[in-house]
C-alpha cells in the first residue's frame, strides 16, 4: 500500500527566505503525487502535481516540487517565502487508478517570521 | 473554477444526537466524492468514497453505521454522523471530481468543525 512521510512536523522560515518541505513516498509504480496547502479551518488548495513527464513541477503561488524516484521524494520548494505563506502543508499520494483516493502525509505546518 | 460547497462550516450538538453535512458540487456533476476526518494537528483521513446511486465504500475501520453515506445526485454527497459523541468531535472534509477524471480534477469543500458535547 502507498504511504506518504513528511519528516518535518514543524518548519520556521524568515520572509523572504527560501524554504524546502519534505516528501517521502513507498510506493511499488509510479505514483500520482500532490502538494496542497490549508489554511486554518479551511478546506484544501492544491499547489502542484506530478503525474509523469517532467520531473519539476511548477505550481500556484511560486511553489515547485520535483519528483525524484531514486529518492522516494517529491519535496516542495519556495525561493522567498511571504508571510502570507504561513499554513498547513500536505504532501499527498493517489493510487495506481487515479481514482481521486488520496493518501496525505502528517503534514508540515510552516510558520514566517517577519 | 470548479466549486465544492460543504455546509454547514461549523455545528456544535448534544451527545446522541445525530448531525447532518453536506457536500455539493456547484459547477460539475460528480459521480464520486470523498470524505475524510481530520484531528487537530493532524493528517487527513480517508473514511470513505461516496458514488452516486450506490453504496459507499467505507475504509477499513469506519464504521458504516455510525457515518451514513448518502450519494443520491450527481451534485450531492451528504454525512450523518449518528448518535454523536465527543470522541466524534473533529474536522470533516469533503472532495469531488468530474466523471472522467481523477486526482487532477479534485475539488475541495471548505470543511465542517464538529464539536460534540
Known amino acids: 500500500a502507498q504511504s506518504v512521510t513528511q519528516p518535518d512536523i514543524h518548519i520556521t522560515v524568515s520572509e523572504g527566505a527560501s524554504l524546502e518541505l519534505r516528501c517521502n513516498y513507498s510506493y511499488g509504480a509510479t505514483p500520482y503525487l500532490f502538494w496542497y496547502v490549508q489554511s486554518p479551518g479551511q478546506g484544501l488548495q492544491l499547489l502542484l502535481k506530478?503525474?509523469?513527464?517532467?520531473?519539476l513541477v511548477q505550481g500556484i503561488k511560486g511553489f515547485e516540487a520535483e519528483f525524484k524516484r531514486s529518492q522516494s521524494s517529491f519535496n516542495l520548494r519556495k525561493p522567498s517565502v511571504h508571510w502570507s505563506d504561513a499554513a498547513e502543508y500536505f504532501c499527498a499520494v493517489g493510487g495506481p487508478s487515479n481514482t481521486g483516493k488520496l493518501n496525505f502525509g502528517q503534514g508540515t505546518t510552516l510558520q514566517v517570521k517577519p | 473554477g470548479a466549486v465544492v460547497s460543504q455546509h454547514p462550516s461549523w455545528v456544535i450538538c448534544k451527545s446522541g444526537t445525530s448531525v447532518k453535512i453536506e457536500c455539493r458540487s456547484l459547477?460539475?456533476?460528480?459521480?464520486?466524492m470523498f470524505w475524510y476526518r481530520q484531528f487537530p494537528k493532524q493528517s487527513l483521513m480517508l473514511m470513505a468514497t461516496?458514488?452516486?446511486?450506490?453504496?459507499?465504500?467505507?475504509e477499513q475501520g469506519v464504521e458504516k453505521d455510525k457515518f451514513l453515506i448518502n450519494h443520491a445526485s450527481l451534485t450531492l454527497s451528504t454525512l450523518t454522523v449518528t448518535s454523536a459523541h465527543p470522541e466524534d468531535s473533529s474536522f470533516y472534509i469533503c472532495?469531488?471530481?468530474?466523471?472522467?477524471?481523477?486526482?487532477?480534477?479534485?475539488?475541495f469543500g471548505s470543511g465542517t468543525q464538529l464539536s460534540v458535547l
Open positions: 459547477d460539475f456533476q460528480a459521480t464520486t
Open positions: 506530478y503525474f509523469s513527464g517532467d520531473t
Open positions: 472532495s469531488a471530481r468530474p466523471p472522467g477524471s481523477g486526482g487532477e480534477k479534485l475539488f
Open positions: 461516496s458514488n452516486e446511486g450506490s453504496k459507499a465504500t467505507y
